[in-house]
């Protein structure tokens, strides 16, 4: 009886032992060592992570974001030709929808880099995952580069399948000097985006970033020269359009692809770029400080 006990209490130390280090073997086999990130002077993991959020935000709704502004283009230049056709006589020899094509392109860039990232911030606002965006570790200027590129990139993917899609309403637009189109397609879009991003820091709900929309961003687009030479307005309301960075945009572009301006391109780039430094400026110092975004 003895041995037996004896030979029960070994074999229950025996178990004991073997479940301890298998436990051991166990903790070491699923153990990971967690090391902190190192984030350097530019959070490139962090900015490149934004910016193909924003990115897929309008790829996944490409007939929403890119086709529909394209056939808001096409429906403009259908009734101008149907309705006016050759029978006004803009500029010598060139054709009313060759003149039309490049601000209404250009229309539609700027609608849709300010809608890319007002919309963004609204929607955060809206649904409460706001956080999501300033809680990262991303400075202000990260946030303000990866949402404005994303921005300019949904502008300029629209320009992009509005001209490649011309022919079919028998327009040929090949740009007169790439430079330039390059160049105020980016500020353009840039301008709108950045102006966007503040209207969204601004806005609480939809029906405020509307009425910026409506009362501010249409009224100078379609007081921009694009359906029309700015020589044909009255002295004292073409003084005022001088003054609107958005003709600046327009007219830039329409000497880009058509070689026509109503003013000097190096005048209007040296305009568009003063007014991209001063209002990035500004919608940096809204990120630095929070304002409506972190209260």
């Known amino acids: 009886m003895i041995k037996r006990v004896l030979a029960l209490c070994q074999h229950s130390e025996y178990v004991a032992a073997m479940s301890r280090n298998n436990v051991k073997d166990t903790r070491s086999a699923t153990t990971t060592v967690i090391r902190p990130i190192q984030i350097g002077f530019i959070n490139w993991v962090g900015l490149s992570t934004l910016y193909r959020r924003e990115v897929m ?110 022919p079919f309403l028998g327009i040929n637009i090949i740009p007169a000097n790439i430079f330039a189109a390059v160049l105020f397609l980016s500020l353009g879009a840039g301008i709108m985006a950045v102006i966007g991003m503040i209207a969204g820091i601004w806005a609480d709900k939809f029906d405020s970033l509307a009425t910026i929309t409506n009362f501010v961003i249409q009224p100078l687009v379609f007081l921009s020269g694009t359906f029309y030479t700015i020589d044909r307005l009255p002295d004292s309301v073409a003084v005022i359009a001088y003054f609107n960075p958005i003709f600046y945009m ?45 209260s």
């Open 57 to 166: 935000r309008f790829v996944k709704i490409l007939g929403q974001t890119v086709a529909a502004p394209v056939i808001t283009t096409w429906l403009f230049l259908t009734v101008f030709a149907v309705a006016i056709g050759d029978r006004v006589d803009l500029m010598g020899d060139m054709n009313l929808l060759t003149f039309l094509a490049p601000g209404l392109i250009m229309m539609a860039v700027l609608q849709n880099a300010f809608a890319n990232t007002s919309s963004s911030l609204v929607i955060g606002k809206v649904q409460g995952n706001i956080v999501d965006l300033v809680m990262p570790p991303l400075s202000a200027y990260e946030l303000f580069i990866g949402m404005v590129a994303a921005g300019m990139t949904r502008g300029i993917m629209v320009a992009i399948v509005a001209i490649m899609t011309m």
């Open 250 to 294: 327009i007219d830039g572009f329409r000497y880009a692809m058509t070689g026509f301006s109503s003013a000097s391109p190096l005048l209007g780039g040296l305009i568009l770029s003063l007014t991209m430094l001063m209002l990035s400026l500004f919608g940096i110092y809204l990120l630095k400080t929070g304002y409506k975004l972190k």
